[in-house]
């Protein structure tokens, strides 16, 4: 029986694990987590019982030569200890892996969504491209696969009324357009459900206890939901929502290649040196996204947000051509057989292996 772990060092790589581990599973493998103790163990911990999946804690677990294979959604500092296939996913849909390109010289398959990434690899790292598999996105297995009792369970869960399109309000933590958007923004939408997805340092760091002060303020409204930490997973509200505000999120590219709408808020609240320093924000914004930008609406204050997101309910397909491409080019096919294609990369290269010994 094939031995495959998941290291897991944060609770958003789940949302990307789990539909190849549960394929993996279906074909008779063993699979087991392993999770991080040093940072969200506890919200890991229960992520993993919820799913019903086998975990440990530590990262030294990974050093078993009894493992066959093992995922990683981040580079790994002693990836060259490791025995097992070692297999790397990005944990974003690729708009910032310039970061992670230099992970293909250490692992021993690099995933790729479509074929923007796979050919820019290509060009880089000529020597490496027997490593490269061209699969997709795997966080769109569940998504394809996302059922209509699925989402009746959710607008149940959050007495969502069906009959009124819904907001997905998706921010990140820093820098974040939170602050900046009104006390009143819901009444703005009253005629629509809204749902507010913090990311879960919002919750788990002190610093963004203002964030958390207007989520209070916002949720007041019978129109508006915040949701709690335990929602890990962004997929089921991309499933049931009609449009999405974010800001510097790369949920929003995710959320587009649906071939959804999407307003990106481009004013936020800075920390002090961030005003003292403007050069810093420049360092800290991703700039391969700029490329991407044309597929949303980019809002710079509020107004735009109100003005863009109402168009975007009365008029969905504006930038349907620009979406439909840019979901070929960067996550290539979203089909719901991500993780198959996955299996059968990892399955051809533990073959080849043996062949060679």
Not at 165 to 190: G, V, W
Not at 219 to 231: G, T
Not at 250 to 256: D, K, N, T, V, Y
Request: some cysteine; hydrophobic content about 35%.
């Amino acid at each position: 029986m094939l031995k495959v772990f998941f290291y897991v060092a944060y609770p958003y790589y789940f949302p990307h694990f789990l539909p190849i581990s549960n394929f993996f599973e279906q074909n008779r493998c063993s699979v087991t987590y392993v999770l991080s103790d040093k940072q969200n163990s506890q919200n890991m911990k229960h992520i993993a019982e919820q799913n019903s999946v086998d975990y440990i804690f530590g990262s030294d677990n990974l050093f078993d030569e009894d493992i066959d294979v093992i995922f990683f959604a981040n580079p790994f500092e002693r990836i060259k200890e490791i025995k097992a296939l070692s297999v790397f996913l990005e944990h974003g849909i690729g708009t910032k892996s310039t970061s992670f390109y230099s992970s293909i010289e250490d692992f021993d398959i690099y995933l790729v969504e479509g074929k923007q990434k796979y050919n820019k690899l290509k060009e880089i790292y000529p020597q490496f491209e027997y490593k490269l598999a061209k699969v997709g996105f795997s966080k769109f297995d569940e998504v394809i696969n996302f059922t209509q009792e699925k989402k009746e369970k959710y607008y149940k869960k959050y007495k969502l009324d069906k009959n009124k399109k819904t907001i997905l309000y998706a921010p990140t933590f820093f820098p974040s357009s939170i602050e900046k958007m009104p006390d009143d923004f819901p009444n703005d939408f009253i005629n629509y459900n809204i749902l507010i997805k913090p990311h879960y340092l919002t919750y788990e760091r002190k610093k963004y206890n203002n964030q958390i002060k207007k989520f209070k303020i916002w949720e007041k409204y019978n129109n508006c939901i915040i949701l709690p930490l335990s929602e890990y997973n962004l997929v089921p509200f991309l499933n049931i929502s009609d449009v999405m505000i974010s800001d510097e999120s790369s949920a929003m590219f995710e959320f587009a290649a649906l071939d959804k709408p999407v307003i990106s808020n481009r004013y936020f609240k800075l920390r002090l040196s961030y005003y003292m320093m403007p050069w810093k924000l420049n360092k800290r914004i991703d700039k391969s996204k700029e490329f991407y930008r044309s597929i949303l609406d980019n809002a710079n204050s509020y107004p735009e947000t109100l003005k863009f997101t109402l168009e975007a309910l009365c008029n969905p397909n504006k930038l349907q051509e620009k979406r439909v491409k840019f979901s070929t080019d960067l996550c290539g096919e979203i089909d719901g057989n991500v993780s198959q294609r996955i299996y059968n990369a990892v399955i051809k290269r533990l073959d080849e292996n043996k062949d060679e010994l």
